[in-house]
């Protein structure tokens, strides 16, 4: 029987081991643009990591499946128990997965961490198919909202309730978004109909809009620029058409962009 | 499940072993449990039962963590329990215990006395199970319907699904009667034990089940 | 004297075989007539499930392409040629649905576990065969009420395999929550149903009729993957079977198990006539919990019957033991037991509580531990052994591959905050394609080619296989790997024209070389059809054990008599993997082979 067959299996290994892992040495991830690079970083030591498994383990796969085939003469070695080495392989694993575990849990723990006192509120409700953004005014207060309210003829998309003197302040806009550069932002994020889900490529935010519930995430966009919002929760018929566009500005100017928009 | 359904042999091959279920032993050679002999895990049949019990366990008990999560919610309103589920869980419990006479007088092989006591346990199934669809009348009245609230959403999902698990065991107990009637089983056998643990299972997941929904 | 009248009994009784053709080949009670009923039904919802795939990569190519042809033969989902987006939702949705359920749930298991639970543990047919006989006959209505909500007004269910309320809940917002929701509820009941009947069977068969000297121990691997993909199917199942029947009475009943108060769609807000809104406090969050409770079992129900099959493929065709052996055993248990604590890694940045996604997290990356030893075994396994490649072996070095590729993105995946980026792009699409659905095809295709002589009697065609094997890995590869890259550059799931973002135009050149890929995927299945057809009409008539290997099933004529073995079951004396014993002249000892030949004790005592 010819060896073609372990050849081809090793070769196309190789190729795998080559492409896979030079096409990951391209930078795929956004450039980033607020204060989540221990995620960046995290990746990038996850990446290194599977990536040394992934050549060294798929190596031995081509090796073994080419040099370990069939010939005149051949015997498999009737080897089949070593149990340090079992135990050695099973810790060495152990230990690998329990340090990105710590670290995993670390990271969690600082993205999941209540914003800071100060932090930048804002509201955004996601509907099909458009996000609704929703500032609490000078009075820093959210308005209430009452879904009996809600009227798209006259603009008002989220059920603000006229008579709650809280809510004459709010100020809505749809698919824009203007927060400030270099202080924390805290999103209150809600939905009217179905789950959405806020995503924010350049600044590692992804957070479901859950319907019944206000989830909040809270991030530090790091530069002044536009960005795209993207819905990363299947929504319906528009989910792909569910773009908002996200400005960053000096704090100083935010309230006269917010002020423009909303006069609109 | 029927008996019949799982196209047993009862464990002792007697006159009824070939006549009965088609006689077909699908189990393997000579071995620890191909000869008909109880395996490692007792019959086949028992321990497929139990393994059905233990799915429906899970199907329960998801009802109940997502009913554990639901009360947490502001809308929960308390539903007082309709007076005939007493009663009716007074009839369950008495088919348990008229289905352990029967199986008693079965092992004794007292063949007429047997078959009464069978016979009341399934009427008093049969009862039982008119009499939740009496509680469903009775929260009907009152104006509680299915949507009305989360608890009573849950109580008629919960005592439907039981029902329906309950008229499963109905259907059991009527082939078990025409088995009895058949003289399928053997003297000194157990004829109905596997009938009679599906049915106890039964009547604990209903004790189980009003506790959950009105006293804890 | 019972027990001698008990043997003479079975042993005389045994299975009355069945005569007439309705009852040997369409209502039959023979396990290894369902094992193949079983099989060909989910490969037929194969072409369909793939056929959906071809499709979602059109449009994810070229989406504002019209397509005329396309456009007038499947007029309902296009608009002048170009694909609706509602087609395209129902695309996934049902893509997923059926592959997952319908397929890979299927043929690995109700399939060859049907055909082989009897012949690797030596008993004639299943623990119950009359039961065994219904579960096929309630599967099968299920992939007629799938395949039928296609037609309903409309259409199929839209809302994602995960089919996650308040979309699937309530028909205003999206059309597939119609009718096709409810059907595609109803064909999940049946196919739950049937799933259970089979665990019961399988689980009772490989515990309680194993022939003599067969201990769990001396059990094929492929057995104990059988047998814990029954116990996951028995104890996972029922969370869906409850949140389908909470969903039917949200959608139909006006309950609020998933829905939430305050919900406004289209813009009116749901409130009865006196306001009062028609939802109380339900969660969405409620559904994924349950449904996950099952969806994470579930995949681990794909994949653990191809690492069965892969190990006794390996051994067979490397002349090798499997490298620890109990060590492999064990670490499908502890993969099975943990995927029971997973399930909230689907949900991290769903709102659930963050101590949840501690919990969860901890979990996801344990379960590492087992997979990778597993593929540290099958290395250590061909080191020094001595190949041979046909077919099947080509297959099983395939899900090696598979498994080591979608295995290690797992590790990204399960890092809490690494999966916020990751959650809901390619890249996930991209883990699950090669470790799930990826090592499942490959599992089929070498349990198709390997035991193919124990269904037909005949070998399929060696050329054909390898040439199948050739072009469904490469372009396999074409297809999936790619995805880890568009999903870290941000490309979201289901998402019918990512274009409409300027962060993802860039990525069309990447979607179109995928598409094309897919295209060759799809197409190089169709050498598996003929090979598959020819062989069983034509192929080479096979003996009794092809491939010179050592489990029970190869003890007895290709395919088996009715009955399973023409005399007495054999009995057992040692592990299915003593190949190349030293002191022995064959290179392979029987099972059934009673003498420690040339060892001094059997391996792995009972």
């Known amino acids: 029987m010819s060896k073609l067959q372990g050849l081809l299996f090793g070769l196309s290994t190789l190729a795998l081991v080559v492409v896979g892992v030079f096409l990951f040495t391209k930078p795929w991830m956004p450039p980033l643009k607020s204060d989540r690079g221990g995620i960046d970083d995290a990746i990038w030591l996850s990446l290194v990591v599977t990536g040394v498994v992934f050549v060294a383990t798929n190596l031995m796969l081509a090796w073994f499946g080419w040099r370990y085939q069939d010939a005149p003469g051949a015997k498999s070695a009737y080897w089949h128990d070593d149990p340090r080495l079992e135990w050695g392989w099973t810790l060495a694993t152990a230990v690998v997965m329990f340090f990105f575990l710590f670290k995993a849990l670390g990271l969690w723990a600082q993205v999941t961490s209540p914003a800071p006192a100060d932090a930048y509120v804002v509201e955004v409700t996601g509907q099909q198919f458009a996000w609704n953004v929703r500032y609490p005014g000078p009075d820093g207060v959210f308005g209430r909202t009452d879904s009996r309210l809600v009227n798209p003829g006259a603009f008002n998309f989220i059920g603000l309730d006229p008579d709650d003197p809280a809510a004459r302040d709010d100020l809505t806009m749809q698919n824009q978004l203007f927060l400030p550069e270099g202080r924390p932002v805290r999103v209150r994020l809600r939905s009217l109909d179905v789950i959405h889900s806020f995503y924010l490529p350049e600044f590692r935010v992804k957070q479901d809009a859950m319907p019944g519930m206000t989830v909040e995430t809270w991030f530090v966009p790091k530069e002044a620029g536009t960005w795209e919002i993207a819905c990363a929760e299947h929504c319906g018929l528009g989910h792909y058409r569910m773009r908002g566009v996200m400005t960053i500005v000096p704090p100083g100017e935010l309230d006269a962009r917010i002020r423009e928009a909303t006069a609109e | 499940m029927p008996a019949d359904v799982l196209e047993k042999t009862p464990t002792f091959s007697g006159p009824g072993g070939g006549a009965g279920g088609g006689g077909e032993r699908p189990g393997g050679g000579p071995g620890p449990s191909g000869d008909g002999a109880p395996g490692i895990l007792g019959d086949p049949a028992a321990f497929a039962l139990w393994a059905f019990l233990g799915t429906v366990s899970m199907l329960f008990l998801g009802f109940t963590s997502a009913y554990i999560l639901r009360r947490a919610s502001a809308d929960w309103r308390p539903l007082a329990a309709p007076p005939v589920l007493w009663l009716n869980t007074a009839l369950l419990a008495a088919s348990s215990v008229s289905l352990e006479a029967a199986r008693r007088r079965l092992r004794g092989w007292d063949l007429p006395a047997s078959e009464r006591w069978l016979l009341a346990t399934g009427l008093l199934g049969l009862l039982f199970v008119a009499g939740q669809y009496a509680g469903w009348r009775q929260l009907a009245a009152r104006g509680v319907f299915l949507a009305s609230n989360p608890h009573s959403s849950f109580f008629y999902v919960l005592t439907g699904v039981h029902a329906v698990h309950l008229l499963g065991g109905l259907a059991w107990f009527v082939a078990a009667r025409r088995r009895l009637r058949r003289l399928a089983y053997a003297p000194g056998e157990d004829g109905l034990r596997l009938f009679a643990t599906y049915w106890h299972f039964l009547g604990a997941l209903w004790a189980y089940l009003l506790v959950l929904l009105f006293v804890l | 004297m019972a027990q001698s009248t008990a043997a003479h009994t079975h042993e005389a009784h045994g299975h009355e075989a069945p005569r007439s053709f309705i009852f040997k080949y369409v209502f039959s009670k023979d396990h290894k007539v369902i094992g193949i009923q079983y099989y060909v039904t989910a490969m037929l919802m194969a072409w369909v499930a793939g056929l959906l795939a071809m499709l979602i990569r059109l449009q994810l190519a070229w989406p504002e392409k019209t397509w005329p042809g396309l456009g007038r033969f499947l007029s309902a989902g296009f608009t002048d040629g170009v694909m609706n987006p509602e087609f395209y939702a129902m695309l996934f949705t049902m893509h997923g649905t059926i592959m997952v359920f319908f397929v890979l749930s299927t043929a690995p298991v109700s399939g060859f576990g049907n055909l082989l639970i009897p012949l690797q543990c030596g008993a004639r047919d299943m623990a119950f065969p009359f039961l065994n006989a219904l579960s096929y006959w309630t599967f099968l209505p299920g992939c007629v009420v799938i395949l039928a909500s296609f037609f309903v007004g409309a259409g199929a269910a839209a809302g994602g395999w995960t089919s996650y309320p308040p979309l699937s809940a309530l028909p205003g917002t999206i059309p597939g929550s119609q009718a096709g929701q409810t059907l595609w509820i109803v064909g999940m009941v049946f196919f739950i149903a049937s799933f259970t009947m089979g665990g019961l069977n399988f689980l009772t068969t490989i515990l309680n009729l194993r022939t003599k000297g067969l201990s769990l121990m001396r059990l094929p691997l492929t057995m104990w993957s059988m047998m814990l993909v029954a116990i996951l199917g028995l104890l996972a199942f029922p969370a869906l079977t409850g949140a389908s029947l909470m969903l039917i009475f949200d959608r139909h009943f006006g309950t609020s198990f998933f829905l939430p108060a305050g919900l406004v769609v289209s813009g009116q807000a749901l409130v009865g006539p006196d306001g009062a809104p028609l939802h109380q406090g339900g969660s969405p969050l409620l559904w994924q919990h349950l449904f996950w409770f099952l969806g994470h079992p579930e995949v681990y129900i794909l994949m653990l019957p191809a690492l069965g099959f892969t190990s006794d493929i390996i051994a067979t065709f490397a002349r090798k033991p499997i490298f620890g052996y109990k060590t492999m055993a064990a670490a499908m248990v502890a993969i ?117 002589p124990k269904m037909f009697g005949r070998m399929m065609n060696e050329t054909l296989g390898k040439l199948h094997f050739w072009l469904t890995f490469v372009a396999y590869y074409c297809v999936f790997f790619p995805m880890h890259y568009t999903g870290l550059a941000g490309h979201m799931r289901r998402i019918y024209d990512p274009y409409q973002y300027e962060f993802l135009k860039a990525l069309q050149p990447i979607n179109q070389f995928i598409t094309v890929a897919a295209f060759v995927l799809g197409a190089a299945q169709l050498i598996f059809l003929v090979n598959f057809l020819w062989s069983a009409l034509r192929g080479q008539k096979a003996g009794e054990n092809p491939w010179q290997a050592n489990g029970l099933e190869w003890t007895t004529p290709s395919p088996p008599p009715h009955g399973n073995w023409p005399d007495e079951i054999p009995e057992v004396h040692r592990s299915p993997y003593d190949y190349s014993v030293p002191g022995v002249e064959a290179d392979h000892v029987m099972q059934t082979d009673p003498a420690p030949v040339g060892e001094r004790a059997p391996h792995h005592a009972g």
Do not use: C, E
């Open chain 3, 336 to 452: 099975a037991g943990l995927s029971f604590v997973v399930w909230g890694h689907h949900m991290f940045v769903s709102g659930m509580s963050p101590y949840l996604g501690m919990a969860f997290a901890v979990g996801t990356m344990l379960i590492a531990v087992p997979s990778a030893v597993k593929v540290f075994n099958w290395l250590a396994t061909l080191w020094k052994s001595r190949i041979t490649y046909r077919t099947p072996m080509l297959w099983a070095m395939g899900v090696v591959s598979l498994f080591i590729s979608g295995g290690l993105s797992g590790i990204l995946l399960g890092q809490s905050a690494v999966d916020i980026p990751l959650h809901d792009t390619y890249f996930v699409v991209a883990h699950f394609h090669l470790i799930m659905a990826g090592a499942a095809l490959f599992g089929v295709f070498g349990a198709t080619a390997y035991w193919f």
